[in-house]
């Protein structure tokens, strides 16, 4: 059984920036496809960046390009998520999420392709 634990997240400024970690353990990390995805208040949950293990691919949605960025260690186990120049719709609930029955999909993945995920840590960015 893979568990995944985020850290990271906290209370910022517009235009800080934050770096979200996830430890993975009880699986073999190298092999799966990871992601992150957010959660505001009332609002379903999106995807936000992706790094495929074949390739090692990387993806993002619309909102966070050139702002954000994913990378994983796989030595460590453990998947970043730098996030620069927030602003407050960038508040969330953000999760780490790994697919263990196949790579990331080209464009990013959808959550129902996810098979693993953490508990999610918090990100509040004030204007």
């Known amino acids: 059984q893979v568990q995944l634990v985020e850290s990271g997240g906290g209370l910022v400024q517009t235009g800080d920036s934050l770096r979200l970690s996830c430890v993975a353990s009880?699986?073999?990390?190298?092999?799966?496809?990871v992601a992150w995805f957010r959660q505001a208040p009332g609002k379903e949950r999106a995807f936000v960046a992706a790094?495929?293990?074949?390739?090692?691919?990387?993806y993002y949605a619309d909102s966070v390009k050139g702002r954000f960025t994913i990378s994983r260690d796989n030595g460590k186990n453990t998947l970043y998520l730098q996030m620069n120049s927030l602003q407050p719709e960038d508040t969330a609930i953000y999760y780490c999420?790994?697919?263990?029955?196949?790579?990331?999909?080209?464009?990013?993945?959808?959550?129902?392709?996810?098979?693993?995920w953490g508990q999610g840590t918090q990100v509040n960015v004030s204007s």
């Open positions: 999420a790994a697919r263990a029955a196949g790579d990331i999909d080209y464009g990013g993945p959808t959550p129902t392709q996810m098979d693993y």
């Open positions: 009880g699986g073999t990390f190298r092999r799966y496809g």
């Open positions: 790094n495929a293990y074949i390739g090692g691919a990387t």
